[in-house]
């Protein structure tokens, strides 16, 4: 299970730390990818953390703007976006990777989702 | 970046009907594709991965198929709770991994 953080309301030019905990499984043995979804919109890949050392992934229109860590000691990812502008209101989902034949990912379990307001 | 198109973009359906909805790839992704189910306000919910291999737990009226660009998901009779929102994902190797941008399946 992978539970987030609450909604936020941020306003433009400040910066946003959403959390997903999670339980049930070894946490460092699967890493977590974060997935964002703008109101009426798809889904897009932000990045990919491990959760075993840290080591992060992250789509390039985020780079320089998103940090990716983890606390092994409360099972807990965290996602931080700064520079917020109005383009960044969205649902912020966490989800579980699958890593499977050394080369194939996907996605099985998501969180809730937390969404994030950005405006004045 | 390898993108996705699903299509279409709009179904609509009646309780009962067998449907199917096509995602295609920019170049070949092997069978490293999933299916995610997303109902208003909730997180997606994996159906399928590997192409076609059914989640656990998922009922068996959903299946998958295809490789290399052409992909399929098929469920054989609709039940009122399918009517949702599909999204097909790429997780080929290296990312960036991408969605397809979605499908809604509405009642008809």
């Known amino acids: 299970q992978l539970m987030q953080s609450g909604a936020e309301v941020k306003k433009p030019g400040a910066s946003v730390k959403v959390s997903c905990k999670a339980s049930?499984?070894?946490?460092?043995?699967?890493?977590i990818h974060w997935v964002r979804q703008a109101p009426g919109q798809g889904l897009e890949w932000m990045g990919w953390?491990?959760?075993?050392?840290?080591?992060?992934n992250y789509a390039q229109k985020f780079q320089g703007r998103v940090t990716m860590t983890s606390d092994a000691s409360t099972t807990t990812a965290f996602l931080e976006l700064t520079s917020l502008t109005s383009d960044d209101t969205a649902v912020y989902y966490c989800?579980?990777?699958?890593?499977?034949?050394?080369?194939?990912?996907?996605?099985?379990?998501w969180g809730q989702g937390t969404l994030v307001t950005v405006s004045s | 970046d390898i993108q996705l198109t699903q299509s279409p973009s709009f179904l609509s359906a009646s309780v009962g009907d067998r449907v199917s909805i096509t995602c295609r790839a920019s170049?070949?992704?092997?069978?490293?594709l999933a299916w995610y189910q997303q109902k208003s306000g909730k997180a997606p919910k994996l159906l399928i991965y590997?192409?076609?291999t059914l989640q656990f737990g998922v009922p068996s009226r959903f299946s998958g198929s295809g490789s290399g660009t052409e992909f399929t998901l098929t469920i054989s009779s609709l039940q009122p709770e399918d009517f949702a929102t599909y999204y097909c994902?790429?997780?080929?190797?290296?990312?960036?991994?991408?969605f397809g941008q979605g499908t809604k399946l509405e009642i008809k």
């Open positions: 049930g499984y070894s946490f460092t043995s699967e890493g």
């Open positions: 953390l491990s959760t075993y050392n840290g080591n992060t």
């Open positions: 170049q070949d992704i092997n069978n490293y």
């Open positions: 994902l790429q997780g080929n190797r290296n990312p960036p991994y991408t």
């Open positions: 989800a579980r990777d699958q890593y499977k034949w050394n080369s194939y990912v996907y996605f099985d379990y």
């Open positions: 590997a192409a076609s």
